[in-house]
């Protein structure tokens, strides 16, 4: 009976794990995959599975083995199902959950730090002391609902609005730098801690370490917040030069057809006159001209400017190149999908189709696109182009032609679809490439 008091004490520890679930649904609350009440009831029912599982460990075997498995089966079985349960990328949704960890190993010095004045001559190998149990909850619950705020609104600006995945699969590095040196850097005797300024050291190295990730964390989201605004910057720009590019056009289109009404009479004229002497050779020549000398009026597609000079500038584009590009868009005046999303997804596409089309006979080059509104809040998108270089694949993902790694369009394109929680489908067959994109706004 003794014994399993002596577990009980040791496995009641892990509640210290209820707040920093809480912690980890803050950022991401709103991308939960299914209601909030089924997820707590999930999350409910993991959690007392996983106490009795580990009341078997401590009570088979020692303290500080127990210990360390037991850290080891909740990072893997809770990060397991934190990562279906939520519609993020596993690498962001890793990081929080680390920085959760974080926290954890902050409240695992503050309960040492307790215990070495409750219980001056206790060590590591103790049960957990239920005052100072107690009193750590109480610090890591506060700590908690402290960081609720910057959490929601910092860490969940980071997890979904800076998409560079290179740094999301190294900057986790950090928080599981300090969770294991907290780890370490705690007293097996707490007698000790009173010989010499031990304690003091201990006190103020804590308060750095904690100071230290709080700048730590700051940085980045100022980096990464940099990083994300130049891009958009880059991006408007890109997509005010191409307004401007339709703007020249359509000016210009008005000039020249300024130009053939006062001249429109004295074509009249000239035309009579070959008929009247039948020099009907000369007469078709002249209507030929004349019809090649008339530009081409921008299209309107949609409601909105930007997508109909992003759509105009790569039709214009392709007539250059002797693409024949047919274009079918569908869309209501009211659809809310940000313009600049919508720009960069058809631009990215339109190129890459153009880019294929190049390297092709005059004969093969074609590009169909059609976007229309399948029901009041989805837009499904199709492109397809013929191509003729194989394609390189690795990993599942298409390689750029252009430069190393993947290519950079499509993978635009899929952190498009992700933000508004889409579909994205590639097919490459019979040397035509498809590209099929749903919308949720």
Request: proline content about 3%; glycine content about 4%.
């Amino acid at each position: 009976m003794e014994n399993l008091i002596t577990t009980a004490m040791y496995a009641r520890s892990t509640f210290n794990i209820i707040p920093l679930i809480f912690f980890c649904f803050i950022p991401v609350w709103k991308d939960a995959k299914r209601p909030h009440a089924r997820l707590a009831a999930k999350t409910a029912a993991a959690f007392a599975l996983m106490e009795i599982v580990m009341f078997l460990i401590y009570f088979l075997l020692p303290p500080v083995i127990a210990d360390s498995v037991n850290e080891f089966l909740c990072i893997v079985v809770f990060f397991h199902l934190y990562q279906k349960e939520f519609a993020l990328k596993r690498s962001h949704l890793w990081f929080i959950f680390m920085t959760a960890c974080l926290l954890g190993g902050f409240t695992y010095l503050f309960y040492h730090l307790v215990s070495i004045f409750f219980h001056p001559t206790s060590t590591i190998d103790d049960p957990v002391y239920a005052d100072v149990f107690l009193l750590g909850l109480a610090f890591e619950s506060i700590l908690v609902l402290s960081l609720a705020l910057p959490a929601r609104r910092y860490l969940g600006w980071l997890v979904h609005h800076f998409h560079e995945e290179k740094v999301w699969r190294t900057i986790w590095l950090i928080p599981m730098f300090f969770l294991m040196f907290s780890f370490i850097f705690i007293p097996f005797d707490n007698s000790v801690m009173f010989v010499g300024r031990f304690l003091e050291v201990y006190i103020i190295t804590i308060f750095i370490l904690f100071i230290l990730i709080l700048i730590i964390y700051g940085l980045f989201y100022k980096i990464a917040y940099s990083i994300t605004e130049n891009q958009n910057i880059l991006q408007r720009a890109a997509q005010l030069e191409i307004q401007a590019q339709q703007y020249h056009r359509l000016q210009a289109y008005m000039q020249e057809t300024t130009r053939l009404r006062h001249d429109f009479r004295h074509q009249l004229t000239v035309l009579a006159e070959m008929l009247k002497k039948q020099h009907y050779r000369e007469l078709e020549d002249y209507l030929e001209q004349s019809i090649g000398s008339v530009t081409d009026m921008p299209l309107k597609y949609c409601s909105s400017p930007a997508v109909n000079a992003i759509l105009n500038h790569y039709v214009s584009l392709c007539r250059e190149f002797c693409i024949d590009t047919r274009l079918n868009i569908r869309l209501k005046d009211d659809f809310s999908i940000e313009d600049m999303d919508f720009c960069v997804l058809l631009g990215n596409l339109l190129e890459n189709a153009a880019d294929a089309c190049k390297a092709l006979p005059e004969e093969k080059r074609r590009i169909t696109l059609t976007a229309g509104q399948t029901s009041e809040h989805v837009i499904a998108l199709h492109i397809a182009n013929p191509y003729e270089e194989p394609l390189s694949i690795k990993g599942g993902k298409l390689l750029s032609s252009k430069h190393d790694g993947e290519g950079q369009g499509l993978k635009s394109v899929r952190l498009i679809t992700e933000k508004y929680d889409g579909f994205l489908d590639i097919i490459h067959e019979n040397h035509i490439f498809e590209v099929k994109v749903l919308l949720n706004f």
